[in-house]
């Protein structure tokens, strides 16, 4: 065979193979997925008890499952203590909450030091993202009308949670797995922050919100109250990030 015929061969080969690597596949695949992607509706992913010596691996780990966004809220100790973890939550694109001060069972302070762990915890965030906090976890979900009061004077949305995985128990990484992925469209994933066993977690329970078509998003305001448990509501659901 002459060297052109060859050459011939070659760019023949090789035009056949970009039409299948780059040109139709992808397309038909983006275009199914497109369409089931987020159908099953948002969710909200939420770390609490950060920034820790860990956070940078768990902001990594949502970088690597497709730059999925969360949620974390922090409390004012340890944000003081890892400046660099807060800086880069909001770096990357995540929410950050208040999570009081010292992670305080705020119902049973007096009304000037509940009130202080949650105005000290905003102050430190706003200092080091440049952006004070319009969301607040209490500790425990321990909260009662005062503690929500406290909470919208300093311009924040109480935000509890519906599918609690207990990550904090020792439980395996696909039990925590299982409990992530009992959550309901619109609801909130609650998991903790500096756990190696949550770190693995978080990759299949975002291919698990995947299967079923759900997308992480953000939270926001929920003018129908959402049941935590029975005896408690709070007005905060997930939706698509803006
Ligand atoms: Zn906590």
Redesign the pocket.
């Known amino acids: 065979m002459s060297r052109r015929g060859r050459a011939r061969i070659w760019l023949g080969a090789t035009v056949a193979m970009l039409m299948t690597s780059f040109a139709l596949p992808p397309v038909v695949a983006q275009e199914a997925g497109s369409a089931r992607r987020c159908s099953g509706g948002y969710v909200a992913i939420t770390f ?2 950060g920034p820790t010596d860990v956070t940078a691996e768990y902001l990594k780990a949502l970088r690597d499952a497709g730059r999925v966004r969360a949620t974390f ?1 922090v409390t004012g100790t340890l944000a003081e203590g890892h400046r660099d973890g807060t800086r880069r939550i909001v770096a990357e694109g995540h929410q950050i909450g208040n ?1 009081s001060y010292t ?1 305080a069972n705020l119902v049973e302070l007096d009304a000037a030091a509940a009130f202080a762990e949650l105005r000290d915890t905003s102050r430190v965030i706003r200092t080091q993202t440049g952006r004070a906090p319009t969301l607040f976890r209490p ?2 979900g321990s909260t009662d009308a005062r503690t929500r009061r406290d909470a919208a004077v300093l311009g924040m949305t109480e935000v509890i949670w519906t599918a609690d995985t207990v990550d904090w128990s020792g439980i395996p990484t696909e039990t925590v797995v299982a409990n992530a992925l009992t959550v309901r469209p619109g609801g909130i994933i609650l998991l ?1 922050d500096g756990l190696q066993t949550t770190l693995a977690a978080i990759p299949k329970i975002i291919r698990g919100l995947a299967e079923r078509g759900m997308c992480a998003g953000r939270i926001e305001y929920s003018p129908k109250p959402v049941q935590a448990w029975p005896g408690l509501t709070f007005h905060a659901k997930a939706a698509p990030w803006r």
Request: hydrophobic share 25%; aromatic share 24%; proline share 12%.
């Open positions: 609490d008890d809220f999570h992670h500790p425990f903790h």
